[in-house]
């Protein structure tokens, strides 16, 4: 069975997510481009120190529930809910990857608290 850029594209992202989100931390090296570029402001370029700052970031410790998926050629959107220990209503977050031969090449996201339910009447998700 033959599958096309997008296809194949959304498959490792939402795979190695899964992966991730239960636990399996090694997976980012998989998945990850050794000349990764960031874009978010604060995080760092280059897959190594990339992984270093997830691994101690909030994400890693963070339940992590995914909303939906948008693929397109290279590029892969991930919307979630991230909720840390202790928390409540989390965090909404979008991913944005672009991916080359099989591995993210590159990263753009957004995140916004979850505010309280009667602030998003249409909720959040």
Known sequence: M???????????VLDGFA????????????????DFVEH???NPSG????IEHI????FARSRLEVKRVIAD???VVIHYRMVEPGEERGTAVV???????????????????????GLVPNGMF
Do not use: C
């Open 2 to 12: 033959t599958t096309t850029e997008t296809e194949r594209n959304r498959k490792i």
């Open 19 to 34: 992966e991730f989100a239960r636990g399996n931390r090694d997976v980012l090296r998989t998945l990850i481009a050794a």
């Open 40 to 42: 978010s402001p604060g």
């Open 47 to 50: 897959r190594d120190a990339f």
């Open 55 to 58: 691994l101690n970031s909030p």
């Open 73 to 75: 050629g290279a590029y």
């Open 95 to 117: 991913d944005i990857v672009r991916m080359q031969d099989g591995l993210i090449v590159e990263h753009w996201d957004v995140l916004q608290p979850v505010p309280e339910p």
